[in-house]
């Protein structure tokens, strides 16, 4: 799960890490009210949106030349101006794709005298097992090019969970960010209080890009990306509360009800398995014989027939959806409890594109009598080979 800027910096501010005065708006006539609360005189007006690029975006309604979603305002008028230009318009970023986001909340933010920009985050380092920081002095809004280009620009520090950040992490990372003076003092507690956050909150992502060393020579969070794992929200009811479901696809939504692991992606084979493995294997031969996949969704090991219709009922609500293959191998799951749940979901909304079905495993024989005797437009599949061979071609047809 994914927060805005705003409610990351607010909970970064709970622990104590040094963030900007500002407030959050949802209406361009909470401007004026919310750039007074503020010192001034520069303010800086943030779109806020579940991508990054904010700052280089560009909104489709406004022209090629209009400002970005991240503007300077140097009165309080220019403020609101910024505000009423922004609010409802769609910001387009490297991130978001072609369709941009429609902007409908605003952060706006007490300046800052900013004399670097450094790039720190917290992710799992899979590769040894632990958290680390990635950190560069090449911050800003191009870090994915200084990866690209520029690797030897990017340093890890992985971080031993029963020690914590010690003292000697703290010099590693001081010395990648070239801190010194007041701005290392101030790294003494802010790194170890963004790690504290992150495994506190069981965030997957904490990413503070920039960090700033302001002229004073102190550090400053001054904008913040926070991804929480989904698996442990049910710990963090306060979290939780930050999610912001216009964000988000719709049909994950309704897949998150559910507790499916659904995932929509650009393609036009809708694809329900049961296992991620299975999926995974499913999605890429999908490729392997020239299309695309048009979601991940994992109904698990355990699904009843009312998940499976559920499933089955959100892939086909997917208007770019031209076929569907069904891949199940019957363990925990089994293929008569699948065969009921599409044949259920079938005759509530009906199918208006080819359907291929793949059983395998625990009473399959009874799941293939189920959909044989259905009398619905079901091609059956011998394995996964024939039934990815079998989807494309229908679509081909």
Known sequence: MNIHEYQAKALLKSFGAPVAEGVAIF?????????????????????????????????KE?????????RLAFSIDEAKSHAKEMFGNTLVTAQTGDAGK?????????????ARELYCSLLVDRSVGQVAFVVSTEGGMDIEAVAHDTPEKIHTI??????GVTDADIAAISKALELSGAAAEDAKSLFPILYKAFVEKDMALLEVNPLIVMKNDHLRVLDAKMSFDGNALFRHDDVKALRDETEEDAKEIE???WDLAYVALDGNIGCMVNGAGLAMATMDIIKLYGKEPANFCDVGGGAGKEKVAAAFKIITADPKVEGILVNIFGGIMKCDVIAEG???????????????????????????KILNESGLA????????????????AIKA
């Not at 609360?37 to 303010?43: E, F, H, I, S, V």
């Not at 090629?64 to 979603?69: F, I, L, Q, S, T």
């Not at 429609?102 to 900013?114: C, F, P, S, T």
């Not at 992985?158 to 020690?163: G, L, M």
């Open 27 to 59: 209406s361009a006539e909470e401007a004026e009210a919310a750039a007074k609360q503020l010192p001034g005189p520069l303010y800086v007006v943030k779109s806020q949106i579940h991508a990054g690029g904010r700052g280089k975006g560009k909104f």
């Open 62 to 70: 406004l022209g090629p030349d209009a400002k970005g979603g991240v």
């Open 102 to 114: 429609q902007v409908n909340r605003l952060y706006i933010e007490d300046g800052a005298d900013i």
């Open 158 to 163: 992985a971080i031993a969970p029963e020690a």
């Open 255 to 257: 897949a998150s009800k």
């Open 342 to 368: 599409v044949v259920a979901a079938v005759q509530e909304v009906g199918l208006k594109v080819p359907l291929v079905v793949r059983l395998e495993g625990t009473n399959v024989d009874l799941g293939k």
């Open 378 to 393: 079901i091609t059956a599949a011998d394995d996964l080979d024939d039934a990815a061979k079998k989807i494309v071609a």
